[in-house]
Antibody, heavy 122, light 107 residues
Framework: EVQLVESGGGLVQPGGSLRLSCAAS????????MYWVRQAPGKGLEWVSGISGRGRSTFYADSVKGRFTISRDPSENMLYLQMDSLRAEDAAVYYCAKTPIPTWGVTYMDVWGKGTTVTVSS | DIQMTQSPSSVSASVGDRVTVTCQAS??????LAWYQQKPGKAPKLLIY???SLQGGVPSRFSGSGSGTDFTLTISSLQPEDFATYYCQQTDSFPLTFGGGTKVEIK
């Protein structure tokens, strides 16, 4: 069974850092583009970042560019999101998601984790 | 960036009703569009990709249409489990963008 499990969320002060993790199982991890998508409380979905199967290509939303870094560890089947200089508006549930086709350029997601909650407050 | 505008933001409907949700892109995206369903406290679920292709396991009462800038999600006969929020997403180019969502509520 394909499964994605996020962890690492929590309460952090404005300006602080947090690293989110996503454990992947049930599929050949390095074959698939992976994404992070977030949802602020009571709001809609916002795409955050994406990374190619082997990690050579990365993309970011303008709202997080220069502050967040996406990466992946193929030996551990892990996806990460390093979040620095956090702001109140970064508070959200963060989902990791995979694409359905093992090729670069696929930009929709067929499997999502349950999400991990990030709270930014002093 | 490509802006996605969904309408209506909410709709009240009864079981058995036909429900239509529209999504408009600020630039032409051919058929590079996906639709998701999200229930409270749950992750989104992929319903449709490439504007009209039904994801495996999704009931056939869901359908999608459109190309260019105007797209439609139709639920042909609303079922109790369909009450949820629906989002469109353009899959044409980065940054990926979602519509604001349409909440389908019980009348």
């Amino acid at each position: 069974e394909v499964q994605l499990v996020e962890s690492g969320g929590g309460l952090v002060q404005p300006g602080g850092s947090l690293r989110l993790s996503c454990a992947a199982s049930g599929f050949t991890f390095t074959n698939y583009v992976m994404y992070w998508v977030r949802q602020a409380p009571g709001k809609g979905l916002e795409w955050v970042s994406g990374i190619s199967g082997r990690g050579r290509s990365t993309f970011y939303a303008d709202s997080v560019k220069g502050r967040f870094t996406i990466s992946r560890d193929p030996s551990e089947n892990m996806l990460y999101l390093q979040m620095d200089s956090l702001r109140a508006e970064d508070a959200a549930v963060y989902y990791c998601a995979k694409t359905p086709i093992p090729t670069w350029g696929v930009t929709y997601m067929d499997v999502w984790g349950k999400g991990t909650t990030v709270t930014v407050s002093s | 960036d490509i802006q996605m505008t969904q309408s209506p933001s909410s709709v009240s409907a009864s079981v058995g009703d036909r429900v239509t949700v529209t999504c408009q892109a600020s630039h032409g995206i051919r058929t590079w569009l996906a639709w998701y369903q999200q229930k409270p406290g749950k992750a989104p679920k992929l319903l449709i990709y490439s504007a009209s292709s039904l994801q495996g396991g999704v009931p056939s009462r869901f359908s999608g249409s459109g190309s260019g800038t105007d797209f439609t999600l139709t639920i042909s006969s609303l079922q109790p489990e369909d009450f949820a929020t629906y989002y469109c997403q353009q899959t044409d180019s980065f940054p990926l963008t979602f519509g604001g969502g349409t909440k389908v509520e019980i009348k």
